[in-house]
């Protein structure tokens, strides 16, 4: 009995024991197990708080409802998950405070835009639960850690547009599980990792604009997934590897701006999905036909390579295509007929190049094109009358070419069209009065063989900002509604240049307003306005014999009150046997003379014979002969096809030398030479070039003073002037808001050199965005140097006024003291053009008004580029107008030096207290250091 008892309270005994362990060991583990999460979750707070992020706006006085704080989300336990912080907040300078290893859970990480500015803390490894990590628009310095590459569960990468520098990391193939890595706008170098082949699920892969050289690595081919690669503008070398034709899901590809050499693969037939192909500006031997497999493509730029041959008739396999840019190749022959079915065009280009014969006639499909660029070529015939079909055409180029007949009267009905450029041909008969001008901003139509009057429907075009009619054969008199302007009109004429052509009457005052104004070289007669009878304007008006002015008899016969102004003589008979009799005597002398000196020459002639081709540098040594040589070969005497434009004074030529380099040549006219202002000029260009050397001014390489031709040799820079670039809807948008804040650095370092470093100091006098020059990679050059000016500090520097409207310092007007701040103020205005893609004359007249003193900076940005929000380039785009208003000062004294200016683009201490779209213009024009500390 007493057994069994004892067996029972065994089993009672054991049965409280069990049910002891299972429910209260329990419970004190889970209190364990919550006091852990509830201080890993106090560390998240902590870490928070500390990163200095949040307390500005008062949110850590609640240190512990963090998962309400903005940007922060938080699981169910309350661990943060996800960081992303509003651009806002402007985390500059506190990334180092962040503890990374406080965030075991953190899933992603989001600081873009927030200009951090510091390296990237090795720290970042410690989160390894990370699968999304945006870094980008910051301007983060330094190395890419080796420590991100243990981040293996990464999805998402994107460090784009800091300034990161150093090399990919080699074991960036780790990052096993990426499906986009963009590592693009940054200052990285060497070569991509072939690892980079192990990320096998990738699908974005974008390392443009760095600095990245050596090979494309075949391991590249592995990446089966990939849908778009760009390694656009970098320094990347060899041949484009077969194993890219793997990548068959690839739709976008981009190699251009590199130095790639060689052949396209056959095996690019393979990407049958491809629809972006963008090979521009390398060294490629591409042929055509290879092409053909890819019926998808819509997008095709192998522009600036060494294509040649003809362009195949079995490209119409290509029917897709919406861009094509074949432009600057040596391509030949007639353009492919077939080309007429392509109805989903929308770009063409097949500029520079060699194509001849007609443009194709029956092209009725083009209705949804809207850029045609065919300039550069020798095209011939005339232009296709059914015109009318390309409805939705904005852009036309057919300058350069050898068209002939007539402007047909259908281009008229392009509603859209808004820049047409037709220079440079052999047109013929009178420009159409029914010239639909709706939307027209650009019309050149100069260096062709046109004739009658312009007509005056023209003058009512409500957008036309440029009208180029020079070198014509037209007649009659001005329209006056070329100045003024309708109700109707919403811009006003900004360039007109009627150069050399046969036009009669007065000079309208109503173009008072016109900012670039060139009609040399006509029959006008009469008074010069006296709104024009300035220096300045002179070279507006030489080569109009029956023009007369009061104010300046240095340049024009005064006008007599009491007599007629004075007109061109009649040729009677008489006049025509003296003057026959006087070239028979001069004749005879020249040649006298020429011969004379020949012999003298011989006897004085080196036995050596020097090389007809020398170099560019040295060829000016004897008397300018060798180079004369070359440079009349290669123009094919002064050719007007080599024409590229008219500068203040001359025409500027293209010439490729035998050595190959390509060169500008400023020839001065004939009748030009006998005007002692362009004359004065011209020398004056010479000496002044000749003494400085920088590289963000134009070099001279030589010139030539003969008396039969004088010209000046410079480099060659073939994106032209920024006036003309700005005024291109394409070329404006290629010029972004960090290429154009750099090329206002450039000539801000030119003028601080010459004010600042050259002796005796050297003033431009006529600093303009017609006088920017930029070169193939948007680098700006300052140049026309014809009215610059040595400063002699002996002298009281008084002068005439030189420059051009709308840019000259007003203190000119008053003072005729020429010095540095002169081009400080035209810098100021070319500064703040540069960021509105207009002139600002308007913008400062407005500023003056009490009802426009909140204008935002934001709202006078060029609207074709998207207003920059955050970041370094926000922060620049606002230094450049700070810069600007600040050189703009009505006081001269008031003004920047242009070395303070270059200072200030050198220093990389400031930061935006506040964001781009808050900032006024009038907040701006205080003090510098009002919005940058």
Same mark, same amino acid.
């Given at each position: 009995?007493?057994?069994?008892?004892?067996?029972?309270?065994?089993?009672?005994?054991?049965?409280?024991?069990?049910?002891?362990? +299972?429910?209260?060991?329990?419970?004190?583990?889970?209190?364990?197990?919550?006091?852990?999460?509830?201080? #890993?979750?106090?560390?998240?707070?902590?870490?928070?708080?500390?990163?200095?992020?949040?307390?500005?706006?008062?949110?850590?006085?609640?240190?512990?409802?963090?998962?309400?704080?903005?940007?922060?989300?938080?699981?169910?336990?309350?661990?943060?998950?996800?960081?992303? $912080?509003?651009?806002?907040?402007?985390?500059?300078?506190?990334?180092?405070?962040?503890? *990374?290893?406080?965030?075991?859970?953190?899933?992603?990480?989001?600081?873009?835009?927030?200009?951090?500015?510091?390296?990237?803390?090795?720290?970042?490894?410690?989160?390894?639960?990370?699968?999304?990590?945006?870094?980008? @628009?910051?301007?983060?310095?330094?190395?890419?850690?080796?420590?991100?590459?243990?981040?293996?569960?990464?999805?998402?990468?994107?460090?784009?547009?800091?300034?990161?520098?150093?090399?990919?990391? $080699?074991?960036?193939?780790?990052?096993?599980?990426?499906?986009?890595?963009?590592?693009?706008?940054?200052?990285?170098?060497?070569?991509?990792?072939?690892?980079?082949?192990?990320?096998?699920?990738?699908?974005?892969?974008?390392?443009?604009?760095?600095?990245?050289?050596?090979?494309?690595?075949?391991?590249?081919?592995?990446?089966?997934?990939?849908?778009?690669?760009?390694?656009? #503008?970098?320094?990347?070398?060899?041949?484009?590897?077969?194993?890219?034709?793997?990548?068959?899901?690839?739709?976008?590809?981009? *190699?251009?701006?590199?130095?790639?050499?060689?052949?396209?693969? #056959?095996?690019?037939?393979?990407?049958?999905?491809?629809?972006?192909?963008?090979?521009?500006?390398?060294?490629?031997?591409?042929?055509?036909?290879?092409?053909?497999?890819?019926?998808?493509?819509? +997008?095709?730029?192998?522009?600036?390579?060494?294509?040649?041959?003809?362009?195949?008739?079995?490209?119409?396999?290509?029917?897709?295509?919406?861009?094509?840019?074949?432009?600057?190749?040596?391509?030949?022959?007639?353009?492919?007929?077939?080309?007429?079915?392509?109805?989903?065009?929308?770009?063409?280009?097949?500029?520079?190049?060699?194509?001849?014969?007609?443009?194709?006639?029956?092209?009725?499909?083009?209705?949804?094109?809207?850029?045609?660029?065919?300039?550069?070529?020798?095209?011939?015939?005339?232009?296709?009358?059914?015109?009318?079909?390309?409805?939705?055409?904005?852009?036309?180029?057919?300058?350069?070419?050898?068209?002939?007949?007539?402007?047909?009267?259908?281009?008229?009905?392009?509603?859209?069209?808004?820049?047409?450029?037709?220079?440079?041909?052999?047109?013929?008969?009178?420009?159409?009065?029914?010239?639909?001008?709706?939307?027209?901003?650009?019309?050149?139509?100069?260096?062709?063989?046109?004739?009658?009057?312009?007509?005056?429907?023209?003058?009512?075009?409500?957008?036309?900002?440029?009208?180029?009619?020079?070198?014509?054969?037209?007649?009659?008199?001005?329209?006056?509604?070329?100045?003024?302007?309708?109700?109707?009109?919403?811009?006003?004429?900004?360039?007109?240049?009627?150069?050399?052509?046969?036009?009669?009457?007065?000079?309208?005052?109503?173009?008072?307003?016109?900012?670039?104004?060139?009609?040399?070289?006509?029959?006008?007669?009469?008074?010069?306005?006296?709104?024009?009878?300035?220096?300045? +304007? !002179?070279?507006?008006?030489?080569?109009?014999?029956?023009?007369?002015?009061?104010?300046?008899?240095?340049?024009?016969?005064?006008?007599?009150?009491?007599?007629?102004?004075?007109?061109?003589?009649?040729?009677?008979?008489?006049?025509? !046997?003296? #003057?026959?009799?006087?070239?028979?005597?001069?004749?005879?002398?020249?040649?006298?003379?020429?011969?004379?000196?020949?012999?003298?020459?011989?006897?004085?002639?080196?036995?050596?014979?020097?090389?007809?081709?020398?170099?560019? *540098?040295?060829?000016?040594?004897?008397?300018?002969?060798?180079?004369?040589?070359?440079?009349?070969?290669?123009?094919?005497?002064?050719?007007?096809?080599?024409?590229?434009?008219?500068?203040?004074?001359?025409?500027?030529?293209?010439?490729?030398?035998?050595?190959?380099?390509?060169?500008?040549?400023?020839?001065? =006219?004939?009748?030009?030479?006998?005007?002692?202002?362009?004359?004065?000029?011209?020398?004056?260009?010479?000496?002044?070039?000749?003494?400085?050397? =920088?590289?963000?001014?134009?070099?001279?390489?030589?010139?030539?003073?003969?008396?039969?031709?004088?010209?000046?040799?410079?480099?060659?820079?073939?994106?032209?002037?920024?006036?003309?670039?700005?005024?291109?809807?394409?070329?404006?948008?290629?010029?972004?808001?960090?290429?154009?804040?750099?090329?206002?650095?450039?000539?801000?370092?030119?003028?601080?050199?010459?004010?600042?470093?050259? @002796?005796?100091?050297?003033?431009?006098?006529?600093?303009?965005?017609?006088?920017?020059?930029?070169?193939?990679?948007?680098?700006?050059?300052?140049?026309? *140097?014809?009215?610059?000016?040595?400063?002699?500090?002996?002298?009281?520097?008084?002068?005439?006024?030189?420059?051009?409207?709308?840019?000259?310092?007003?203190?000119?007007?008053?003072?005729?003291?020429?010095?540095?701040?002169?081009?400080?103020?035209?810098?100021?205005?070319?500064?703040?053009?540069?960021?509105?893609?207009?002139?600002?004359?308007?913008?400062?007249?407005?500023?003056?008004?009490?009802?426009?003193?909140?204008?935002?900076?934001?709202?006078?940005?060029?609207?074709?580029?998207?207003?920059?929000?955050?970041?370094?380039?926000?922060?620049?785009?606002?230094?450049?107008?700070?810069?600007?208003?600040?050189?703009?000062?009505?006081?001269?004294?008031?003004?920047?030096?242009?070395?303070?200016?270059?200072?200030?683009?050198?220093?990389?201490?400031?930061?935006?207290?506040?964001?781009?779209?808050?900032?006024?213009?009038?907040?701006?024009?205080?003090?510098?250091?009002?919005?940058?500390?």
């Amino acid at each position: 009995m007493s057994s069994s008892n004892s067996y029972s309270s065994l089993i009672v005994v054991v049965w409280y024991s069990l049910l002891f362990y +299972y429910t209260t060991i329990p419970r004190f583990t889970t209190l364990a197990v919550t006091a852990s999460e509830s201080s #890993s979750i106090k560390l998240e707070a902590q870490a928070l708080g500390n990163s200095g992020w949040w307390e500005w706006d008062g949110y850590t006085k609640n240190m512990f409802d963090h998962c309400k704080w903005p940007g922060i989300y938080c699981n169910d336990a309350g661990s943060v998950t996800d960081i992303s $912080p509003p651009s806002t907040f402007n985390l500059a300078g506190k990334l180092e405070k962040f503890n *990374f290893s406080s965030f075991p859970n953190l899933v992603r990480l989001d600081l873009s835009g927030n200009g951090l500015n510091e390296s990237i803390p090795h720290q970042i490894g410690a989160l390894s639960k990370l699968t999304y990590l945006n870094l980008s @628009s910051n301007v983060l310095k330094g190395e890419l850690p080796v420590s991100l590459t243990a981040l293996t569960g990464l999805l998402e990468l994107s460090i784009s547009q800091n300034q990161i520098s150093g090399s990919i990391p $080699p074991k960036i193939g780790n990052l096993k599980n990426l499906v986009t890595l963009d590592l693009s706008n940054n200052r990285l170098v060497g070569p991509i990792p072939p690892s980079i082949g192990h990320i096998s699920n990738l699908t974005l892969l974008d390392l443009s604009r760095n600095r990245l050289d050596g090979l494309i690595p075949p391991e590249v081919g592995l990446l089966t997934k990939l849908i778009r690669i760009s390694v656009r #503008s970098n320094s990347i070398q060899g041949s484009i590897p077969p194993e890219i034709g793997n990548l068959k899901n690839l739709t976008e590809l981009d *190699f251009s701006f590199n130095q790639l050499i060689g052949s396209i693969p #056959s095996s690019l037939g393979h990407l049958t999905n491809l629809v972006s192909l963008s090979l521009a500006r390398n060294v490629i031997n591409f042929s055509l036909n290879q092409a053909s497999p890819l019926s998808k493509l819509r +997008y095709l730029d192998v522009s600036q390579n060494k294509l040649s041959g003809p362009i195949p008739s079995n490209i119409i396999n290509w029917s897709n295509l919406e861009y094509l840019d074949l432009s600057r190749n040596k391509l030949s022959g007639p353009i492919p007929y077939k080309i007429r079915d392509w109805s989903n065009l929308d770009y063409l280009d097949l500029s520079q190049n060699k194509l001849s014969g007609p443009i194709p006639s029956d092209i009725k499909n083009w209705s949804n094109l809207k850029q045609l660029d065919l300039s550069r070529n020798k095209l011939s015939g005339p232009i296709p009358s059914n015109i009318r079909n390309w409805s939705n055409l904005k852009q036309l180029d057919l300058s350069q070419n050898k068209l002939s007949g007539p402007i047909p009267t259908d281009i008229g009905n392009c509603p859209y069209l808004f820049r047409l450029n037709l220079s440079n041909n052999y047109l013929n008969s009178s420009i159409p009065p029914q010239l639909n001008c709706s939307n027209l901003e650009y019309l050149d139509l100069s260096r062709n063989k046109l004739n009658g009057p312009i007509p005056t429907d023209i003058g009512n075009c409500p957008y036309l900002l440029t009208l180029i009619l020079s070198n014509n054969y037209l007649n009659g008199s001005i329209p006056p509604q070329l100045g003024n302007r309708t109700s109707t009109s919403i811009r006003d004429l900004e360039v007109l240049d009627l150069f050399y052509n046969k036009l009669s009457g007065n000079i309208p005052p109503s173009l008072k307003y016109i900012y670039v104004l060139d009609l040399s070289y006509n029959a006008l007669e009469g008074g010069i306005p006296k709104d024009f009878e300035y220096e300045r +304007y !002179a070279a507006s008006f030489v080569g109009n014999k029956g023009l007369c002015g009061n104010t300046n008899p240095t340049y024009f016969p005064s006008c007599s009150p009491t007599s007629p102004p004075p007109k061109r003589r009649n040729k009677s008979v008489h006049h025509i !046997a003296i #003057s026959l009799s006087v070239t028979i005597l001069l004749t005879t002398l020249i040649l006298g003379f020429w011969y004379h000196s020949r012999l003298k020459m011989k006897k004085t002639q080196p036995q050596q014979t020097l090389a007809k081709h020398g170099d560019i *540098f040295s060829i000016w040594n004897y008397d300018g002969t060798i180079a004369y040589e070359d440079i009349i070969e290669a123009t094919e005497d002064f050719d007007i096809r080599y024409c590229i434009g008219t500068g203040g004074y001359g025409s500027v030529y293209k010439a490729q030398l035998p050595t190959g380099k390509v060169v500008a040549l400023k020839k001065l =006219h004939r009748l030009e030479g006998e005007e002692p202002t362009y004359d004065k000029s011209f020398r004056n260009e010479a000496r002044v070039l000749s003494q400085i050397r =920088h590289r963000n001014i134009v070099k001279l390489y030589g010139f030539c003073l003969h008396r039969r031709c004088m010209f000046l040799v410079y480099e060659y820079m073939e994106r032209g002037s920024l006036f003309l670039v700005l005024r291109n809807e394409v070329e404006a948008m290629e010029l972004d808001w960090t290429k154009r804040v750099n090329l206002v650095k450039d000539i801000a370092n030119a003028l601080s050199y010459m004010h600042h470093d050259c @002796s005796p100091v050297v003033i431009h006098r006529d600093i303009s965005s017609s006088n920017i020059l930029l070169n193939s990679k948007l680098d700006a050059c300052v140049s026309d *140097f014809g009215t610059a000016r040595l400063l002699d500090p002996a002298s009281s520097n008084q002068t005439v006024i030189a420059g051009t409207y709308g840019y000259v310092a007003p203190e000119l007007a008053f003072t005729m003291v020429v010095n540095e701040k002169c081009d400080v103020y035209s810098f100021g205005i070319v500064a703040l053009e540069t960021l509105m893609g207009r002139h600002p004359g308007e913008l400062l007249q407005s500023l003056t008004s009490a009802s426009t003193q909140n204008i935002m900076l934001n709202d006078v940005l060029d609207t074709r580029l998207q207003a920059p929000t955050r970041g370094v380039v926000a922060r620049d785009v606002v230094l450049v107008a700070t810069l600007a208003f600040a050189c703009l000062h009505s006081d001269p004294k008031s003004r920047l030096t242009m070395l303070r200016v270059s200072q200030e683009f050198l220093a990389s201490r400031y930061s935006l207290a506040k964001s781009l779209q808050k900032i006024s213009l009038s907040q701006l024009m205080i003090k510098i250091p009002y919005l940058i500390d």
